[in-house]
């Protein structure tokens, strides 16, 4: 149990419609990243957020969009969807108080991930 | 961040070692290699990381060459919980708190371990 939660585990929903993926990082993490993993693209880094601010931007569609609330909790909101948006939607979380860790980096820590079946 | 390359997959007999390489030759000073394995959809699960010693923790040992191009890692008594897809992943440390780089996986080495 890496401490990262995600909800929903499964999801299934209709294309055009809009849905919102929550992740709660690790107590006291403040950076948030997702990551999006289809069958035919591997994973991929969508966006990351630190401590509230989007501090940068993968292969996110306009479609797509995220926040990082006060509580450090994140959600991705993904609107418009098409059949292709099926995937697995991961959070990861890093960074447990204001200093970097001891080693110099910065290790990310995955929640067990969203699948989002659009029909 | 530098591009790495691992053979797509590999077999295990369950408790002896499992030695997974990795090539970087292309790694900068400033790089760490990291390790995550992937049990069938779940979350990847980080396994170690380091930047030019060999490195060792509870789950598996990394073994990083002199010059940095390559290494590998050590899984010192495969079980069948071992069986995923490992991925080598190099990547910049951050240069300031909450700028560490992305992760940039790539297709990875699907282990098998067997009885």
């Known amino acids: 149990d890496s401490g990262v939660t995600q909800t929903p585990k499964h999801l299934i929903t209709a294309t055009g419609q809009r849905v919102t993926l929550r992740c709660s990082p690790r107590?006291?993490?403040?950076?948030v990243y997702w990551y999006q993993q289809s069958l035919d693209q591997g994973l991929q880094f969508l966006i990351h957020?630190?401590?509230?601010?989007?501090?940068a931007k993968g292969n996110i569609l306009e479609r797509f969009s995220a926040q990082q609330f006060p509580d450090l909790h994140s959600e991705l909101n993904l609107s418009s969807l098409e059949l292709g948006d099926s995937a697995l939607y991961f959070c990861?979380?890093?960074?447990?108080?204001?200093?970097?860790?001891?080693?110099?980096?910065?290790?990310?820590?995955f929640g067990p991930g969203t699948r989002l079946t659009v029909l | 961040d530098a591009k790495t390359t691992q053979p797509p997959s590999m077999d295990c007999a369950e408790g002896r070692a499992a030695n997974l390489p990795c090539n970087h030759s292309?790694?900068?000073?400033?790089?760490?290699v990291y390790w995550y394995r992937q049990i069938h959809s779940q979350g990847p699960q980080y396994i170690i990381h380091?930047?030019?010693n060999n490195e060792t923790n509870e789950m598996a040992s990394l073994i990083i060459t002199e010059d940095r191009k390559s290494s590998t890692l050590i899984l010192p008594h495969a079980t069948l919980r071992d069986t995923a897809v490992y991925y080598c992943?190099?990547?910049?440390?951050?240069?300031?708190?909450?700028?560490?780089?992305?992760?940039?996986f790539g297709t990875g080495t699907r282990l098998q371990v067997t009885l």
């Open positions: 292309t790694i900068s000073g400033n790089e760490y």
């Open positions: 957020y630190y401590n509230g601010e989007e501090r």
């Open positions: 992943i190099v990547r910049v440390g951050p240069l300031s708190t909450g700028t560490a780089s992305k992760l940039t």
């Open positions: 380091g930047l030019k």
């Open positions: 990861a979380s890093s960074v447990r108080s204001h200093r970097t860790s001891g080693s110099g980096t910065d290790t990310q820590y």
């Open positions: 107590s006291g993490d403040l950076s």
